[in-house]
T-cell receptor
Framework: NAGVTQTPKFQVLKTGQSMTLQCAQDMNHNSMYWYRQDPGMGLRLIYYSASEGTTDKGEVPNGYNVSRLNKREFSLRLESAAPSQTSVYFC?????????????FGQGTRLTVV | AQSVAQPEDQVNVAEGNPLTVKCTYSVSGNPYLFWYVQYPNRGLQFLLKYITGDNLVKGSYGFEAEFNKSQTSFHLKKPSALVSDSALYFCAVRDMGGSQGNLIFGKGTKLSVKP
């Protein structure tokens, strides 16, 4: 049981380049999330998907787009990377039908934009 | 708006001593509260949660947390700290409103346990 798998683990981009972060979960969860982690700021929600076919903005969505490809996969795209998007990105999933179910996190993608 | 506060950026403890990592929350309605731990260059690992019932919740690696409704707190505790407990700890509350169950995180507390 792999849980939540993110690729790639590390990436360096030049300003203006684009890339897609991939996330897949094998726990049959209905909800998936993308967070970014910056020093001293905790984790902030970028986008979420409550179920297959739906996506919504979180706290810091500017500069990002997402796709919920199917129930398993939720990708995050940076169309034109900026240095301010240098961060560690985490994907998470959970079942929200029961409010007390914990979320499971991937190992993270460390992105540097130069 | 729902929020979580972790008032200490860092907590230093000697090995073998008890540890407490503080968390306070602000929610409308009944809270679903969580603690996660993050080791260097790793993802977040679930430690424990409070949903309802007993105010003292036991979790992984000997950690426990005490829910106090009157003080709106959910402090993480361990009777005897280990050097291997050194990590970043996050308190979180589940947003059951618009973000469909999103976790709202505190800024994190770095725990340092010295031999």
């Amino acid at each position: 049981n792999a849980g939540v798998t993110q690729t790639p683990k590390f990436q360096v981009l030049k300003t203006g380049q684009s890339m897609t972060l991939q996330c897949a979960q094998d726990m049959n969860h209905n909800s998936m999330y993308w967070y970014r982690q910056d020093p001293g700021m905790g984790l902030r929600l970028i986008y979420y998907s409550a179920s297959e076919g739906t996506t919504d903005k979180g706290e810091v969505p500017n500069g990002y787009n997402v796709s919920r490809l199917n129930k398993r996969e939720f990708s995050l795209r940076l169309e034109s990377a900026a240095p301010s998007q240098t961060s560690v990105y985490f994907c998470a999933s959970t079942t929200v039908n029961v409010g007390g179910t914990e979320a499971f996190f991937g190992q993270g993608t460390r992105l540097t934009v130069v | 708006a729902q929020s979580v506060a972790q008032p200490e950026d860092q907590v230093n403890v000697a090995e073998g001593n008890p540890l407490t990592v503080k968390c306070t929350y602000s929610v409308s309605g009944n809270p679903y509260l969580f603690w996660y731990v993050q080791y260097p260059n790793r993802g977040l690992q679930f430690l424990l949660k409070y949903i309802t019932g007993d105010n003292l919740v036991k979790g992984s690696y000997g950690f426990e947390a005490e829910f106090n409704k009157s003080q709106t707190s959910f402090h993480l505790k361990k009777p005897s700290a280990l050097v291997s407990d050194s990590a970043l700890y996050f308190c979180a509350v589940r947003d059951m409103g618009g973000s469909q169950g999103n976790l709202i995180f505190g800024k994190g507390t770095k725990l340092s346990v010295k031999p």
